[in-house]
């Protein structure tokens, strides 16, 4: 859990960043050292018989850091007696109780399990009367004062860079207030509301004035989706349209980040223009595909004029020649394109074939695990109708029902076609006609963000199912080897999923025992706006960790595939599969069998494009890309990287 270190001197890092950045290997990792900091700095007000008082953010950033402290309290005896709190922002209009409540949020992962004194909580309601809210903040900003100041402000990081609800064009002046939010923060909050449309468009928030005033300040930011944005706060200018910015000025400010939150920053996106580095493969292949996009040439038309005036004189004293290093790193990527993800059979097999994927072995048993009932074929479709064409024994493992995903009115049609079916042939079916009439009158009442009753939530995981099943068809994957695993993580009607639990393991190591694949694919496409992928992924490597000393695991290999939420950059990429304009088509008929996610996904994320139109799209411009850099040209790639065990991902 050690901060990583970059190898470079603080003098060299104060030139790039204006903040000081901590960086850990995982997000949890960061979040428990921002724990224990804050549990120092409470102990120590307490030792010196005086209030700590905190300011929390909500979101999925600081949640790790809330379960770290509830343990120490817990386990380590930490008292809360002497802590005031208050809350950054919250929405407007909103009722304490409604599951998008930042006072319900803070309370449920914080306060409720902490000997805090009541009276230190000070949430700010969002369902005063409108014409009260600026008499409101006036107060709030008054009991900051009478509370004696912020001794410590948490902070989270959007995509547009605000902070609390600081919306692009909040300057350094500003107090707490009503602010109307913009199109990213409230499509960003989409997937808590159930839609975009059911987002408030206000916000009563701190101001970044306010926020500027407190003591010490903590910014989180984890994930590769706010590397850009970390980027831009940390490196470049003071800016209004960028608020987390104005953190540059405050005297006492730590970002935590993760690996992947932290790869935007020049010493981890091009450290060698930071300080002297060590080239090893992973970052001489890095520099070098960088330089081929920057001057537009092929890998093997590189120069040493150009290495020289990229100022890579030292890479050059390393081996010698850009000869030498343009070799190099193009018979690597040379090596990435594989036609056979399985493997091939003795009677396919070449003079001067490159070894991998346990040729000896032929055909192969395969697991795809499929977070959500369409990520199978959005991501690695090609592959996957690859795989089957070539006679491998391919299963996939649904993990998720996906059934959140699933807009009203399609469960409502279903649940009428059964009635209406059963009515039409004269087919006796016990409560049909009572579960119609329930899940009409459910749905035609149905209040804004309210969690689906138990029967329309099985309805729409059994609209995901039988798509699950037509997308798989598509590809020639036979039913029997369909695994609807229904992991019971996901089972509670709402965004917010109960953590990752033994029995969700369990389910997924007795799957990986029956099968005994010598493949397994897995998403790594940890960006999805709920977390299911990120905790889909663990289950899948905490099993394999059960499964570590079987004799079946000792030949498998795990696969990390992307594409619905991004895509591995072609120096990370270790299986490039080319697909034929063939395969691209279907694949995309195979997603086109999800139609409850056709046209309009209930939550497209930051990307508001089809699925099928993502994905695409992102393949296209993977063979692109290699294409430029000089190899074969394809009409479309899907990138894979290999998991080994020691990977920075959560487990």
């Not at 004189?313 to 850009?322: M, T």
């Not at 059964?418 to 035609?444: K, Q």
């Amino acid at each position: 859990m050690n901060v990583i270190n970059s190898a470079l001197s603080n003098t060299q890092l104060d030139r790039n960043e204006k903040i000081p950045c901590r960086v850990y290997a995982k997000a949890s990792d960061a979040s428990i050292a921002a724990a224990a900091e804050i549990a120092r700095l409470i102990r120590a007000r307490a030792l010196e018989g005086l209030n700590c008082v905190l300011s929390l953010v909500t979101g999925s950033s600081p949640t790790r850091i809330y379960e770290e402290l509830v343990r120490l309290h817990q386990q380590d005896g930490l008292s809360f007696r002497n802590v005031i709190v208050f809350n950054l922002d919250e929405y407007y209009p909103m009722q304490t109780d409604e599951l998008q409540s930042n006072d319900r949020f803070l309370r449920e992962h914080l306060t409720d399990h902490v000997d805090i004194d009541e009276a230190n909580i000070h949430f700010m309601c969002g369902s005063i009367a409108k014409q009260d809210v600026a008499e409101y903040c006036t107060k709030y900003e008054q009991q900051i004062i009478d509370a004696g100041g912020i001794d410590l402000q948490i902070l989270g990081l959007s995509r547009n860079g605000h902070i609390g609800s600081n919306e692009p064009g909040s300057d350094e002046s500003t107090r707490t207030r009503m602010i109307t939010l913009d199109q990213v923060t409230r499509t960003d909050a989409a997937s808590d509301f159930f839609g975009a449309e059911n987002v408030p468009r206000h916000a009563i928030t701190m101001g970044v004035g306010t926020i500027l005033e407190a003591r010490r300040l903590f910014l989180l930011a984890f994930g590769e989706g706010k590397a850009s944005i970390v980027a831009k706060t940390v490196e470049e200018e003071i800016t209004a349209s960028n608020p987390a910015s104005f953190l540059q000025s405050h005297d006492s400010v730590e970002v935590f980040l993760d690996e992947a939150g932290a790869s935007g920053l020049t010493r981890f996106a091009t450290p060698w223009l930071v300080g002297p580095i060590v080239w090893d493969d992973t970052i001489t292949r890095r520099a070098v595909i960088s330089l081929a996009f920057q001057t537009q040439k092929a890998i093997l038309k590189l120069t040493e004029a150009d290495y020289n005036e990229a100022g890579f004189q030292d890479l050059l004293a390393n081996f010698g020649s850009a000869y030498d290093i343009n070799l190099r790193v193009f018979r690597h990527l040379q090596s990435t394109i594989v036609g056979w993800p399985g493997g091939k059979p003795a009677h396919a097999k070449q003079v001067g074939d490159r070894p991998g994927n346990r040729d000896d072995i032929f055909p192969k048993r395969v697991i795809v695990f499929s977070p959500h009932p369409d990520d199978d074929v959005i991501s690695m479709g090609g592959t996957l109708i690859r795989l089957v064409d070539q006679s491998h024994q391919v299963h996939i493992a649904y993990q998720t029902s996906g059934n959140i995903a699933v807009f009203d009115n399609d469960a409502l049609k279903f649940a009428e076609f059964a009635a209406d079916f059963c009515r039409e042939f004269h087919i006796a079916a016990a409560g049909l006609d009572e579960l119609e009439n329930h899940v009409d009158e459910f749905l035609r009442n149905k209040r804004s963000a309210q969690v689906d009753s138990p029967e329309v939530q099985r309805i729409k995981g059994l609209i995901r199912r039988s798509e699950a099943r037509e997308g798989a068809r598509c590809c020639g994957v036979p039913e029997e080897n369909l695994h609807f695993l229904d992991l019971p993580f996901y089972q509670t009607g709402r965004i917010k999923k109960n953590p990752l639990s033994e029995r969700d393991i369990e389910i997924t190591v007795d799957l990986l025992r029956q099968v005994k694949p010598h493949q397994i694919y897995a998403a790594g496409d940890l960006s999805d706006p709920h977390g299911t992928h990120r905790t889909c992924l663990s289950a899948i490597l905490k099993a394999c960790e059960h499964c570590r000393d079987d004799d079946w695991y000792q030949v498998a290999q795990v696969w990390l595939y992307r594409g619905a939420w991004q895509e591995w950059a072609c120096e990370q990429i270790e299986m490039a599969v080319p697909l034929s304009p063939a395969e691209v088509q279907r694949k995309r008929i195979a997603i086109f069998k999800h139609e409850s996610q056709k046209d309009r996904a209930l939550f497209p994320g930051s990307d508001m494009r089809e699925f099928w139109q993502r994905a695409e799209a992102r393949n296209a411009e993977t063979a692109k890309r290699y294409d430029m850099l000089g190899l074969a040209e394809y009409a479309a790639i899907e990138g894979f990287v290999r998991w080994d065990g020691h990977t920075g991902i959560e487990l």
